[in-house]
């Protein structure tokens, strides 16, 4: 019994000298040459770093030589090269068997050269840049999505495929376009005919005219005296005399026709920066469309004023804007037959483009000027080209038609702002009592009150400016 209680307390012994030493002594007894002490040692991949031991060790051991590779200079100080991005560790035992202690090794990929270059390129930024495991994680606030990419690929160069975005993007990203339409039609007709017309007695039988006259019903009018039955012109006078039995008739016709087509509209339409916005002020024409069995299908085409737009944000105040715009109308004129049934068809104006500006700046991206000329002259044969005289039996049509069309894209960063500084045109007006209507013959009345400050400065504008956002 004595004898293994000897044995007892001789393994407690040698357990309690076997103990390895508290976590505060294993700190104290390790000292990085660059770092300073420390129980856990960082390593940066492809890189050595030099440690010493307060004590003299005889036995060293790294846990995974694939992680971290380790040599002896002396019996204080140790060379440790990072091989692999990881966590591993490093036991130092001393002459006697006893362990000196324990130092986890952490290796990562070296990110200082990194962090410089970011600052190089990207000044001003906030990013912050850890390492996980084998990779690169950046998060923080950049000022716009382009620096933000240009963090991404840089940081790709030093852990390709290996590289975590927990960035976010600062600033302004909602994008509002105004875009105006601005198209000016002017047209000019001119018309002179000059007509003759002669009808002789029974002895002579001629019967004849020229232009307008040169058919039997309008020779008879002429000949009584009467202008055309039907006529376009603006103006129409018959001039005759008679020479015995022989009735000599001249019809002259004129026309002066002007006309002037002005149509605009600025359409304003927002979007956040990478998405698309459409806008559509006009309607849709109903087409048939044939199916199997003669069964008609109906589709709708649209036409009017069409936009579509997608914004991008690339730095700061600067804009890329991919966008595309038409103006189309049904067009009377031109029409197409199929089937029985009658379709008209449609003029269009498109333009599709990508630009780039900043913040209030402005594009004319589309004009189109048409000049479409037109003279036609009818006379008699040889006796029309006589000077002076010729003009009797001649006759003059002359048209011309101008077209001209602007585009302007006007792009503004914006916010959105609070609902009591919002208005729309109905809140300036309310229904008319019945006193009103009917006693003073009042379709509306203008509010008093009830609209906020913000909400009376916007009613306060004109119908062309901006509802909704406020403009940075």
């Known amino acids: 019994m004595k004898l293994c209680g000897w044995i007892g307390a001789a393994l407690l012994g040698a357990a309690l000298t076997w103990a390895p030493p508290p976590v505060g002594a294993v700190a104290e007894t390790l000292r ?4 300073g002490t420390g129980s856990v040692l960082k390593v940066p991949m492809n890189r050595a770093v030099v440690i010493e031991s307060d004590e003299p060790f005889a036995e060293l051991s790294i846990a995974n030589p694939s992680i971290a590779d380790i040599s002896s200079l002396s019996d204080r100080t140790i060379y440790v090269l990072g091989k692999a991005p990881g966590l591993t560790t490093l036991t130092l035992l001393d002459a006697s068997g006893k362990l000196i202690t324990n130092v ?7 990110i200082t050269e990194f962090k410089e270059r970011l600052r190089q390129i990207l000044p001003g930024e906030k990013i912050e840049v850890r390492t996980a495991n084998d990779g690169i994680v950046l998060s923080g606030s950049v000022s716009s999505k382009a620096r933000l990419q240009r963090a991404l690929d840089l940081a790709e160069r030093y852990a390709p495929e290996r590289v975590s975005n927990l ?3 600062g600033g302004v990203q909602q994008v509002m376009l105004k875009v105006r339409f601005a198209e000016m039609k002017r047209a000019v007709t001119k018309q002179l005919g000059v007509s003759w017309g002669i009808k002789g007695g029974t002895s002579y039988g001629v019967n004849g005219g020229t232009g307008t006259l040169n058919n039997q019903l309008s020779l008879g009018n002429a000949q009584l005296g009467n202008i055309p039955l039907a006529n376009d012109n603006a103006g129409a006078v018959v001039f005759g005399f008679n020479a015995g039995s022989l009735q000599v008739n001249l019809l002259l016709e004129a026309l002066e026709q002007k006309g002037v087509v002005r149509t605009l509209a600025e359409p304003n339409l ?4 990478g998405q698309e916005a459409t806008f559509l002020a006009g309607g849709e024409y109903p087409i048939p469309v044939a199916q199997d ?4 299908t109906i589709e709708y085409k649209p036409f009017g004023i069409e936009m579509n737009f997608i914004p991008r944000v690339v730095d700061e105040d600067i804009i890329n804007l991919e966008l595309r715009a038409s103006v189309s109308a049904i067009d009377p004129s031109s029409t197409v037959t199929a089937n029985g049934l009658t379709l008209n068809a449609f003029s269009k104006r498109e333009t599709s483009t990508t630009v780039e500006l900043r913040d209030g700046e402005s594009f004319a991206i589309a004009g189109l000027i048409q000049d479409d000329f037109l003279d036609n002259a009818s006379q008699l044969p040889w006796i029309g080209d006589v000077p002076v005289l010729g003009a009797l039996f001649r006759s003059a049509d002359y048209q011309r038609a101008q077209t001209e069309l602007v585009i302007i894209v006007t792009a503004h960063l914006v916010t959105p702002t609070r609902g009591e500084a ?8 309310k229904p008319p009592s019945e006193n009103a209507l009917f006693l003073y013959g009042k379709v509306a009345s203008r509010k008093r009150g009830g609209l906020g400050k913000g909400a009376s400065e916007v009613a306060k504008q004109d119908f062309s400016g901006s509802y909704g956002y406020v403009m940075d």
């Not at 990085?32 to 770092?35: A, G, P």
């Not at 986890?104 to 070296?110: G, K, M, Y």
């Not at 927002?270 to 920066?273: G, Q, R």
């Not at 069995?293 to 008609?296: A, F, H």
């Open 32 to 35: 990085v040459v660059q770092n």
């Open 104 to 110: 986890e090794v952490r290796v990562a990929p070296d």
């Open 167 to 169: 960035m976010t993007v």
């Open 270 to 273: 927002s979007a956040l920066s």
């Open 293 to 296: 069995n003669g069964v008609y």
């Open 422 to 429: 919002l208005a729309l045109p109905t809140d300036r007006i």
